[in-house]
């Protein structure tokens, strides 16, 4: 497929893992965001892993896509292996002086002139380039260094391959921003290697940088990271402690922290989808003056249509709407439909959404169904258009062990479909409410506490089971939704904040 290519844009979006080669989530707002800005003409710059963790484009690009560039950050190959560089000592001392900096865990603006100072010295043949970094003696003695004075037990050589492996996806950055095309304002998607690409794209050119957080991106590297099986704990039996995390996941989370906070301080204004967040971000070093929160909307007109079709009845069916992936916890779904099921024999799961993200995590849900004897109660049903689906849905299930704002209960609320969902996020404020004023619509569904399947599975008998509970539910769930959370007010926030960093543009 060819992609589409322009010479600049309006609007640049920076793009980790997600839209338009990963559905559902943050890509559907995405692909909501720039369909409801047709006067504006979009860039979109992706970066993701490894070629094979993606298949074909998800979505049908906008007509207002003018640009589309694909990056991948861990391709294999790359740099030939050469002799020994000396190495430019003075930058490489800044860089120790950067990194001193970070570990006291003070942001000033002494940091921030050495961060754009470091910035423009990672280019091909500056002092800081990538085979300085791989391959000079300045490079070998300061990674040497900050090993005698701050590791605590893994051998130098597990040490040094981990430097260089969490490192090298920075000058793949910088050769993106040095190419990409101009755009008038960047917006990124999330902190990490897109937030930081955008923090390098603000340096480099001053165009304003905007951020739209939807989780908080170190929060869900740090449950990764917690569940990676490519980083190894170097301790031996008697050495491991079980309340602690391995020495390498450690020092992973505090990179993907330090590249959200050079994010945070590029960013000219940070957008979170509800106030724990932004609460969160500004913990993290965002700074609060630019922060704001925009709760996700969807479009009712469309839902209202979706809810029109369905029956008199209360189906059955108790659907999870999501990635087959551990951060969803389908496996406590799955027990909770066994609790469901003793409850309800008629009662039937569904789980809509691809299982190609992690085959073996799908795999391992497929085997419980078998073990749980559920096989003739639940179904995966692969990705699936949401008009077609919620009408024929009784209750929506979230068992995730972390969401933001998610679309899916919002949809389903103005789908009239009520949800029970686990306490993450923002789940308890789309259905029990935020304030007073809220919480006088009612409440549209249930909360319970994560990994709690019998918690969850006694929640949606009781919803499926009662008539009257479940019609209150559906109708809060509905008023909630026009009163707080339509598409009209999300577009007519996101399209002050362009106006504003447009117009901050074309300032003189």
Not at 193 to 202: D, E, H, I, P, R
């Amino acid at each position: 497929m060819t992609l589409p290519r322009a010479d600049n844009a309006d609007i640049c979006l920076l793009l980790e893992g997600t839209f338009p080669y990963v559905s559902g989530g943050v890509s559907s707002w995405v692909n909501q965001i720039i369909r409801g800005f047709p006067e504006y003409r979009f860039a979109c710059c992706f970066v993701g892993s490894r070629p094979q963790d993606y298949g074909e484009m998800k979505y049908t690009l906008p007509d207002n896509v003018v640009h589309l560039e694909v990056h991948y950050l861990h391709q294999p190959g790359g740099q030939a292996e050469q002799g020994a560089l000396p190495g430019d000592r003075a930058a490489f001392d800044k860089v120790d002086r950067f990194h001193r900096m970070v570990s006291s865990g003070r942001v000033s603006d002494g940091r921030n002139r050495l961060f754009a100072e470091l910035v423009d010295q990672l280019g091909d043949g500056q002092a800081l380039c990538e085979e300085a970094f791989l391959h000079s003696r300045a490079s070998w003695d300061l990674i040497a260094d900050h090993y005698r004075r701050n590791s605590r037990d893994p051998s130098f050589v597990d040490y040094f391959w981990t430097v260089r492996t969490m490192h090298a996806p920075i000058w793949v950055l910088k050769r993106i921003a040095d190419n990409l095309i101009p755009a008038r304002v960047y917006h990124t998607i999330s902190t990490g290697y897109a937030g930081f690409l955008g923090a390098m794209l603000k340096h480099q050119t001053g165009r304003p940088l905007l951020l739209s957080e939807h989780g908080i991106y170190t929060k869900e590297r740090r449950i990764d990271l917690f569940q990676s099986e490519w980083i190894t704990d170097n301790r031996s039996m008697l050495e491991k402690n079980n309340t602690e995390m391995a020495y390498f996941r450690e020092k992973w989370i505090r990179f993907f922290q330090e590249l959200g906070r050079e994010c945070y301080q590029a960013s000219d204004r940070i957008v979170a989808l509800y106030e724990q967040n932004r609460l969160r971000q500004v913990e993290d070093g965002a700074p609060p003056a630019r922060t704001e929160n925009i709760p996700n909307g969807i479009n009712l007109a469309a839902m209202r249509e979706v809810r029109a079709r369905r029956g008199d009845d209360i189906p059955p069916v108790a659907c999870l709407i999501g990635r087959v992936v551990p951060i969803k916890d389908v496996k406590t779904f799955l027990r909770a439909m066994r609790t469901l099921a003793n409850l309800m024999p008629e009662a039937q799961g569904w789980i809509a959404g691809p299982e190609d993200e992690d085959p073996e995590y799908a795999a391992e849900c497929r085997a419980l169904i078998h073990s749980l004897q559920l096989d003739d109660h639940v179904r995966f049903l692969g990705f699936q258009k949401i008009a077609d689906l919620l009408p024929k849905v009784g209750v929506i299930v979230l068992s995730s062990i972390s969401e933001a704002l998610p679309l899916v209960l919002l949809e389903g609320f103005a789908a009239g479909v009520p949800a029970v969902s686990t306490d993450v996020g923002s789940c308890r404020q789309l259905i029990e409410g935020l304030d007073d004023d809220d919480r006088a619509l009612g409440r549209a569904g249930e909360v319970v506490g994560i990994a709690n399947p019998e918690a969850l599975g006694r929640a949606v008998a009781d919803l499926l089971r009662d008539p009257e509970r479940w019609h209150a539910a559906q109708q809060a769930g509905i008023r909630r939704v026009e009163a707080y959370y339509t598409q009209e007010r999300m577009f007519a926030s996101y399209r002050n904040l362009y106006e504003s960093l447009l117009n901050q543009e074309e300032t003189p």
